[in-house]
């Protein structure tokens, strides 16, 4: 069965130092999708992220990045220069062929960052 | 930009009520979800939505209903609402596609008493 796993409930950060947050999947599919979500105190979430697993390189998007290790099946969140905005709930979610057309995702329960100044 | 709205930002209501939570998008979307989310547990998915009047149950259906009469709306029923209904419900959508994302609105805290 398809699975996400987030195993870090909580972590802290100094500002300006990177944080890698962990996620590991489980699928048997060949095609499949990673994203990542920020949620701040407020609520709503946030797309930081997208993987997908024919892309050959490592996903880039301002700050984020995603260390994207096939054969581990892992897809680690990296944030460089950690801001005091940064501190949210991250999610780690993954989308493969049994979700279809519907677009459905499978989240893992997240980890807490606390960025410190 | 997409946008994704929801009716209440927080509602209390009262065991047995019949509770209604409203999600509407903007962006001409084929599909939409509703999710739970419960602190330690992630988001789980409720029901969603590819289609006008189309829907299918997700993981955890149970004492809930929905409908979906126009593209853009997408409704959230419990029928007689329960104390262990109490959760965070966050509404999405996104277009059917492989790689899109999925939109999400600013949730709804829903207390049971």
């Known amino acids: 069965a398809q699975k996400i796993t987030q195993t870090q409930p909580g972590m802290f950060v100094q500002e300006k130092e990177a944080v890698t947050l962990d996620c590991t999947y489980d699928t048997s599919d060949q095609s499949y999708g990673l994203f990542w979500y920020k949620q701040p105190s407020s609520g709503e979430m946030i797309f930081l992220i997208y993987q997908g697993s024919y892309d050959e390189q490592n996903a880039t998007e301002g700050r984020y990045s995603l260390n994207f290790q096939k054969a581990r099946k892992s897809a680690n969140l990296v944030i460089s220069a950690s801001q005091l905005g940064d501190s949210a709930m991250y999610f780690c979610a993954m989308r493969d062929s049994y979700g279809g057309a519907t677009n459905k995702l499978i989240f893992g329960t997240g980890t807490l960052l606390a960025v410190q100044p | 930009d997409v946008k994704v709205t929801q009716s209440s930002r927080y509602l209390v209501k009262r065991t047995g009520e019949k509770v209604f939570l409203e999600c509407v998008q903007d962006?001409?979307?084929?599909?939409m979800f509703w999710y739970r989310q419960d602190p330690g547990l992630g988001l789980r998915l409720i029901y969603f939505s590819y289609d006008v009047k189309m829907k299918e149950k997700g993981d955890i259906p149970e004492g809930y209903s929905v409908s979906r009469e126009k593209k853009e709306r997408f409704s959230l029923i419990l029928e007689s609402a329960s104390t262990n209904q109490t959760s965070m419900y966050l509404c999405a959508s996104s277009l059917r596609s492989w790689a899109y994302e999925q939109y999400f609105g600013p949730g709804t805290r829903l207390t049971v008493t």
């Open positions: 962006m001409d979307h084929e599909n």
